[in-house]
Each structure stands twice: as C-alpha cells, then as structure tokens.
C-alpha cells in the first residue's frame, strides 16, 4: 500500500557530491520517519542516516559531516546529500520510511525502497 522509489544514483568519482532522492506515495497518513541505509557486497545492509517527525536526525559514524538527510514533507521525500565521497562509499543504498496508514498506531508499518546503487569510482 505504500511504495519508496529511490533515485539519484550513479557513477561519482572520489570526493564528488551526489544526492539522493525517495519519494512515498500511496496510502500514507503519516511518515514518522525516513532513513537511509547501505548494503556493499559481500556486507549487510547497514544504517547510514535517519530523520525522525519531533526528534531529529542522526548519522552512522562512517558518514557524519559528510553526508546530510533530508525532508520535504509537502513532497513525502527524503533526500540524502552525500559529499566528499569516498570509494567505500559504493553501495546499493535504500530508502526506509515508518508509517501511519490511519489515525492510529496499529496502522503504522515499516516500507522499504528497491535501492539505488552508488558506486565511487574513479
């Protein structure tokens, strides 16, 4: 009932900025947060970057001051700004939102996006 479409990836060489976009759409009442995280082959997916409805953001150690998220609540998008990128940086990044298809809680699930891949290379 809800889908993520990520978009915004591509080839970028080392220390180059990229950004990254994930649009909701479908029956969404309300997003109580979006994330980012990562998977790189051979890893598991791992978490990047969060931003949370009241709360704030917050950044994988690997990332921070480096990478910033965003979001545009008009839009239901969420968008991840990554510079000075670096090589280990290749992933397949996805897009997670938490939320509410109603007015209460016991309506409120978990989506993920299809991902989209970044490699840094040169």
């Known amino acids: 009932q809800v889908q993520l479409v990520e978009s915004g990836g591509g080839l970028v060489q080392p220390g180059g900025p990229l950004r990254l976009s994930c649009v909701a759409s479908?029956?969404?009442?309300?997003?109580?947060?979006m994330a980012w995280y990562r998977q790189s082959p051979g890893k598991g997916r791992d978490f990047v970057a969060t931003?949370?409805?009241?709360?704030?953001?917050n950044y994988a150690d690997s990332v921070k001051g480096r990478f910033t998220i965003s979001r545009d609540d008009t839009k239901n998008t969420v968008y991840l700004q990554m510079n000075s990128l670096k090589p280990e940086d290749t992933a397949v990044y996805y897009c997670?939102?938490?939320?509410?298809?109603?007015?209460?809680?016991?309506?409120?699930?978990?989506?993920w996006g299809q991902g989209t891949q970044v490699t840094v290379s040169s």
């Open positions: 931003i949370r409805s009241g709360v704030g953001t």
């Open positions: 479908g029956s969404i009442f309300r997003i109580n947060a």
């Open positions: 997670n939102a938490e939320v509410w298809g109603g007015f209460t809680i016991a309506t409120m699930r978990d989506y």
